[in-house]
C-alpha cells in the first residue's frame, strides 16, 4: 500500500510532463 502512495504523490508530478509532451 505505501508504494500506492508513493505513486500518487509521483503521478501528479508526471502527469504534466505527459501532458506537456502531447
Do not use: G, M, V
Not at 500500500?1 to 502531447?22: D, F, G, M, V
Amino acid at each position: 500500500e505505501a508504494n500506492t502512495l508513493k505513486s500518487n504523490i509521483q503521478w501528479p508530478k508526471l502527469k504534466p510532463c505527459l501532458y506537456k509532451r502531447r
